[in-house]
């Protein structure tokens, strides 16, 4: 029987302590500054959907091929590149190769297991918050290093967010492609990785910078990346 998994409760200051977001940090102060975008983000019907297992398949293949054409957005290339030392470099280097091995092949495994072929991907346009998003996150390639790392930062634990609401339910998605979105988006490697972004934005990010915009921004992008699940035809 599919559990109902509850709605996340409105953020308040220090939930994220325990990764390094404490009260008052600057990641905390980003993890505030856009508050309703983010509920609504991480409690959108595509999400509530997903962890409840009732998503109609047509979304879900349309929301596979937005987020594959979406995911090659060059983010982790320009970090690396500009990480101002060499074990951040090699902990975005191992990150990347980790998305590669399992993000990749969970786009490649479920595109072929619901028969999107080759030319329904290509021929699909991207809807107008995916390219609106896409253009944005290339509008900041030449912004600095603190602009990526809270671009980043944002990116990923919006993401871990919305897969915590099942873990913290102990509810386990019974379809496939349901269950394997969360696992890449929860669980002890995930939550490491948001945990070392925190941490970047705590040491390189401050709240007076254009990183604070670019953080409100893209948590208003990434819910409208979600809305427009629901506006394909
Ligand atoms: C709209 C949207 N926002 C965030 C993510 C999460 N995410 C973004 S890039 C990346 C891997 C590194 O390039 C991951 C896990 C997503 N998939 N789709």
Not at 59 to 74: E, R, T
Not at 226 to 232: A, G, K, P, V
């Amino acid at each position: 029987m599919t559990k109902n998994v509850p709605l996340a409760k409105q953020p308040a200051s220090g939930d994220y302590a325990w990764l390094g977001a404490e009260a008052g940090s600057v990641a905390d102060h980003m993890y505030m500054l856009n508050t309703e975008d983010w509920v609504e983000a991480i409690n959108s019907r595509f999400v509530n959907e997903l962890l409840n297992d009732e998503l109609p398949e047509e979304v879900l293949k349309a929301y596979l091929i937005q987020d594959f054409k979406f995911y090659d957005n060059g983010m982790m290339g320009r970090l690396i590149k500009l990480a101002p030392r060499q074990e951040t470099k090699d902990m975005l280097s191992k990150q990347a190769q980790w998305f590669e091995d399992n993000e990749t092949t969970y786009f490649e495994h479920f595109i072929k297991a619901y028969n999107i072929s080759q030319q329904e991907y290509d021929e699909t346009e991207q809807t107008p918050a995916n390219k609106e998003y896409g253009e944005y996150l290339e509008s900041l390639a030449d912004k600095g290093w603190p602009v990526l790392v809270a671009a980043m930062c944002c990116m990923e634990w919006v993401y871990l967010a919305w897969a915590k609401r099942t873990v913290d339910a102990s509810v386990v998605q019974q379809i496939p492609a349901h269950k394997g979105w969360v696992d890449l988006h929860e669980g002890e490697l995930f939550r490491a990785w948001v945990g070392n972004l925190i941490a970047l934005v705590n040491e390189y990010c401050s709240v007076n910078g254009p990183e604070a915009e670019v953080f409100r921004t893209m948590v208003h992008l990434e819910r409208r990346f979600f809305e427009d699940s629901y506006q394909l035809d």
